[in-house]
Nanobody
Framework: QTQVVESGGDLVQPGGSLRLSCAVS????????MGWFRQAPGKEREGVSC????????NYADSVKGRFTISRDNAKNTVYLQMDSLKPEDTAIYYC????????????????????WGQGTQVTVSS
C-alpha cells in the first residue's frame, strides 16, 4: 500500500527557512504531478505548489510565489519544498500529494488522493 511521509517541519522565526521532504513508497512518483498543500487551524486545506511529473513545470500559490521552491527526485521517490522568508501566516500543517494545476491557476489535489494523505509536518513561524 502507498505510504506518504512528510518531514522537516519545525518552529522557525519570521524570515527563516525550512526544507520539507515527502517520501512516497510503493508509488510510481514519476508518473504524476506532485505538490504541496497546507492546512492552517480553522481553515480548509489549500494548494501551495505543484510540479509536473518531470519537474520542468511548476506553479505556486500567489501567497508563496518568490519565497517557496518545489523540487523532486523521482529516483528517490521524494518531493521537496524549500521555504524561505517565512511569515507567520505560513504556519500550518503541510502535506504532499498528487496535484492538478502545475502550469497555472488554482492548485488542487487529485480527488482519489484522499485515500493516501500522510500525517503531514507542522510548520510554525513565530518569534
Amino acid at each position: 500500500q502507498t505510504q506518504v511521509v512528510e518531514s522537516g517541519g519545525d518552529l522557525v522565526q519570521p524570515g527563516g527557512s525550512l526544507r520539507l521532504s515527502c517520501a512516497v513508497s510503493r508509488f510510481t512518483l514519476d508518473s504524476y504531478a506532485m505538490g504541496w498543500f497546507r492546512q492552517a487551524p480553522g481553515k480548509e486545506r489549500e494548494g501551495v505548489s505543484c510540479s509536473s511529473a518531470t519537474g520542468y513545470s511548476t506553479n505556486y500559490a500567489d501567497s508563496v510565489k518568490g519565497r517557496f521552491t518545489i523540487s523532486r527526485d523521482n529516483a528517490k521517490n521524494t518531493v521537496y519544498l524549500q521555504m524561505d522568508s517565512l511569515k507567520p501566516e505560513d504556519t500550518a500543517i503541510y502535506y504532499c500529494g498528487v496535484c492538478i494545476g502545475f502550469t497555472s491557476g488554482v492548485i488542487t489535489a487529485a480527488t482519489w488522493w484522499a485515500d493516501y494523505w500522510g500525517q503531514g509536518t507542522q510548520v510554525t513561524v513565530s518569534s
